[in-house]
C-alpha cells in the first residue's frame, strides 16, 4: 500500500497563488511518478498534471499550462502543485495520485492505483 496526503489547499482570491504538497509513504518502492487531479462540485474529475521519472519530466493540462507547475520537493518522495494566477474556474478538491509500481503516471485516473483524501482549493472573484 502506498498512502498520499496532501496539503497546502486554502482560500485565495483570483489572481493569488498556492502551493500543494503530496508526500508519499508505504510501500514506494518501484514509485515512478505521481499525477495530480481535481474535482469541481458537479464535474467530472479532470487530470491537472503529472511528474514522471528521476529527471521530473512533466505534462499538464491546456487549462492550467502556464500557470502551473509540478516539481519534486527536497524531502523524497514529495511532489508540489505550485498555482499561480488563480481563477476561479480552479476551484475544485485536488487529488494527488500513484499508479502502480513500475507504471508511468498518465491523464487516465482509472489507470492510478493510489489516491490521498484530496484537498480543497477555493478561488474567489
Known amino acids: 500500500q502506498v498512502q498520499l496526503v496532501e496539503s497546502g489547499g486554502g482560500l485565495v482570491q483570483a489572481g493569488g497563488s498556492l502551493r500543494l504538497s503530496c508526500a508519499a509513504s508505504?510501500?514506494?518502492?518501484?514509485?515512478?511518478?505521481l499525477g495530480w487531479f481535481r474535482q469541481a462540485p458537479g464535474k467530472e474529475r479532470e487530470f491537472v498534471g503529472a511528474?514522471?521519472?528521476?529527471?521530473?519530466?512533466?505534462v499538464y493540462s491546456d487549462s492550467v499550462k502556464g500557470r502551473f507547475t509540478i516539481s519534486r520537493e527536497s524531502a523524497a518522495l514529495t511532489v508540489s502543485l505550485q498555482m499561480n494566477s488563480l481563477t476561479p474556474e480552479d476551484t475544485a478538491r485536488y487529488y494527488c495520485?500513484?499508479?502502480?509500481?513500475?507504471?508511468?503516471?498518465?491523464?487516465?485516473?482509472?489507470?492510478?492505483?493510489?489516491w490521498g483524501q484530496g484537498t480543497q482549493v477555493t478561488v474567489s472573484s
Open positions: 495520485a500513484a499508479p502502480p509500481p513500475f507504471s508511468s503516471p498518465t491523464t487516465n485516473g482509472a489507470s492510478y492505483a493510489y
Open positions: 508505504g510501500r514506494t518502492f518501484g514509485y515512478v511518478g
Open positions: 511528474i514522471t521519472g528521476s529527471g521530473g519530466t512533466t
